[in-house]
C-alpha cells in the first residue's frame, strides 16, 4: 500500500495493534507487518513521531523497560485510547462500508 | 559486541546531529533498541552482521524522513527559511567569486578595456576585464572581497554549528537548487537588460552567472545521481 495513503490511518493501526497489550516500536512494527500480511509497507523510523503524539493526546501511556542490556520505551493503550479506538474503528467500517458500495464488486 | 564499523553508531550519530528538537534523548534511545533488535532478528534469519544493519537502517528510514516526520509544522518552516536563507547566501558569495575571476580572465585576455556603444553592443558573456578607471577597479576588486568574505563566513559559521554538534542539510540538497536556479534566472535577465538599455561593459560581471549555473548544475546532478542510486539499493536491501 502506498506509504501516503497509509498514513492517514496510522493512528488507527497503531492503537487496534496495541489493544492486544503493551508493545515496544519494533515490536509494533513487526505486528503490523504479520496482520497486513505484508501488505504495509512504511519507513519503520516514522511511526515514533505517530506513537509520541498519541502519547502527547492522552491515547497511549508509556514507560521504561529494559531488553538485552538495552533501554527501551514500551507503549500501553489508555482507557482514552480505547475509546478512541472504538469511535476510530466505527468510523472506518462506516467509511468502508461506503466505499465498497461505491466500488461495488465483492468484498476484499 | 560493536563491531568496528558499526552502521548503526555512525546512522544514529547522524541522527543526532539532524535532529534539533528538545527529545532527541529519546528518540536515539528507541532508534538504537529498534535498529539493534531488527539486525538481531535479520541474523537470526541467516544474514552477515553487517548486511543485517544496513537491511535495518533501510527499513528504518532515511535520516531526512525521520527528521522530518519529528518535526512540528512550525518547525519545518523554520528549517524551510534557514534552508532558503543558507542557499542564497552560498549561492551569492560563489556568484561573486565567479564574476570577479571572468573579470580577471578578462584582464588577462584583452588588457584594454572594450568599448560598449549603441552600434556595437556588448554581448551578454564577454571578457572585457575590469575597467581601467580608479572606480571600476575599486568595483572588481570589492566584488571578489564581498564573495570571499561571504564564502569565508559561510563556512566558519558552518565549522563553529559543527563543533557545537550541529550540521545544516545535505550539501546541494534542499532549497539549493532552487535558489540556484532564481538567482541565476534573475541575473540573466538582469543581464540582458542592461546591455541592451546601457550598453555596459559590466556585462561579464553579469553574464558570468552562466558558467556559475552551469558548475551548480552538473555538481548537484551528479549528487542527485549518488543519493538516488543509495535509495535504490536501500530499497532493494529493506
Known sequence: ?108 | MIEDRDLIQQYLDQLRLSLRIPEVGRILVEAEDHLRAATAAKVAEGMSEERAQQAAIAGFGPVQAIVYAHQTRHGRVAAMLADLAISAWRVIAWYLLVAFALELAGLLRQPHPMTCSSQTPCPIVVFSGPTTTAAGVGEWVATGTAGLALLALYYGVRRFQRRRGRVWSIPLGGFFPLAAAVTSMLTVVGAILTVTTTHTDHAALLGGVGFLALGMGITYGWRMGRMLRQQERDHELA
Open chain 1, 1 to 108: 500500500m502506498e506509504r501516503e495513503r497509509l498514513k492517514g490511518h496510522l493512528d488507527l493501526l497503531l492503537l487496534s495493534v496495541l489493544s492486544a497489550g503493551p508493545a515496544h516500536g519494533y515490536g509494533i512494527i513487526t505486528m503490523l507487518r504479520e496482520r497486513s500480511d505484508g501488505a504495509f509497507d512504511l519507513h519503520e523510523g516514522t511511526i515514533y513521531p505517530a506513537l509520541h503524539r498519541l502519547e502527547g493526546a492522552g491515547l497511549l501511556d508509556s514507560s521504561w523497560a529494559e531488553a538485552d542490556g538495552r533501554k527501551r520505551r514500551v507503549y500501553a493503550l489508555t482507557s482514552k485510547g480505547e475509546a478512541a479506538l472504538s469511535a476510530q474503528h466505527s468510523a472506518w467500517r462506516r467509511f468502508a462500508a461506503g466505499m465498497q458500495a461505491v466500488l461495488g464488486g465483492e468484498p476484499a
